[in-house]
């Protein structure tokens, strides 16, 4: 769920920007007018945008783009790190992106918005105006992180001026490719979809990494966070598989309170799910079995069993490993690189 924040200036502003929040009806929104608001009318705006900044994944602010761009200015990041900022002019006749377009989704927010308003969407990204396949957009639209994110404009910068950029992946492609993207040409700058982040087919290769990994855990009670870290490196080391990849953690249910592996996946911005051990029983035969776990909590495997269930049924990647009372493994959700969805 997003979490937005909207601010606003004036009466007319606090107005719009409880339209705003309508729109984003599914969203978890607060709103901050500081006119309506006394307690907020002498409150400091540099210190709620350095706040929001790190907290939220969308800032709108209902008032002029100056405003939120002397606002936010301070507390920039990156393209990768930055949430979304749309700015909406008090009567609500004009939504602009203003920050993080492409991965933080801000263009999708302010067409969104803008539609939702009756307003005019304001995008000044030269792909999205081009209509050129923009990599970034992709990435977030399919779960996958940009693991060098300043590799963007190089690939960006190629398709705007009309030249080949390359494509490799590790999974199959469905779809029809865009423009000017081409799996077999030589090219100078390209797209690599897959775990392998030091592989540099092109000049100029931006990695997209799908978030389709699913890590298995297990451990002895009271276990530290720095030794269930050590472990995970070490799974991870073995698959060949870039933390980037993981997406959500598992374990049995008599771990759902376990401090180490809570705040593992805390630190990690990991959802945490844990599951019966007739459960884990249901993913079938194959797994590393131990008669000592068996008799502890009624299933003869912990990591590998949970990393699959989360996966929903997928490939085992990696096999249990074992280091310093934590147990890790790795499974894959199946998935494939579409286009023309």
């Known amino acids: 769920m997003i979490h937005a924040k909207i601010v606003s200036f004036t009466d007319r502003g606090a107005d719009t920007a409880a339209r705003a929040a309508a729109v984003l009806a599914d969203a978890h929104v607060e709103r901050y007018a500081r006119t309506v608001d006394l307690s907020l009318r002498y409150t400091s705006l540099s210190r709620f945008a350095q706040q929001a900044m790190v907290d939220c994944d ?78 970034d957009t992709w990435a977030a639209a399919h779960g996958c992180t940009v693991a060098d994110p300043d590799k963007i404009k190089h690939v960006s910068g190629a398709l705007l001026r009309g030249e080949m950029v390359g494509l490799r992946s590790a999974f199959p492609v469905d779809g029809r490719l865009p423009a000017r993207l081409d799996l077999n040409a030589p090219a100078e700058s390209g797209i690599c979809i897959g775990y392998d982040t030091a592989a540099q087919p092109f000049a100029h290769t931006l990695h997209l990494v799908p978030r389709i990994v699913h890590l298995g855990l297990g451990c002895r009670k009271g ?7 050590a472990a995970v490196r070490a799974v991870l080391r073995q698959a060949g598989v870039p933390v980037q990849a993981l997406c959500a953690a598992a374990s049995i249910d008599v771990k759902r309170d376990e ?63 074992a280091m310093d009372g934590v147990t890790a493994a790795l499974a894959e959700a199946p998935w494939r690189v579409r286009f023309d969805e």
């Open 58 to 135: 969308l800032i709108v602010f209902v008032g002029a783009a100056g405003i939120a761009v002397r606002a936010v200015a301070p507390y920039l990041a990156g393209k990768a790190f930055d949430p979304a900022v749309v700015v909406i002019d008090e009567a609500g006749r004009f939504v602009i992106s203003l920050l993080s377009g492409h991965l933080g989704g801000a263009n999708a927010l302010t067409q969104r918005l803008a539609d939702g308003l009756g307003a005019e969407a304001v995008i000044t990204t030269a792909t999205d105006g081009r209509g050129v396949f923009a990599a």
């Open 223 to 229: 276990t530290p966070v720095e030794r269930i870290e």
């Open 259 to 321: 401090p180490g592996l809570l705040l593992f996946c805390a630190r990690h911005g990991l959802p945490f799910d844990t599951f019966s051990a007739a459960r884990l029983a249901e993913a079938g035969e194959g797994f590393t079995s131990s008669g000592f776990v068996q008799q502890t909590v009624g299933v003869d495997n912990v990591c590998e069993r949970a990393a699959v269930v989360s996966a929903g049924g997928g490939r085992l990647l990696c096999r249990k490993t």
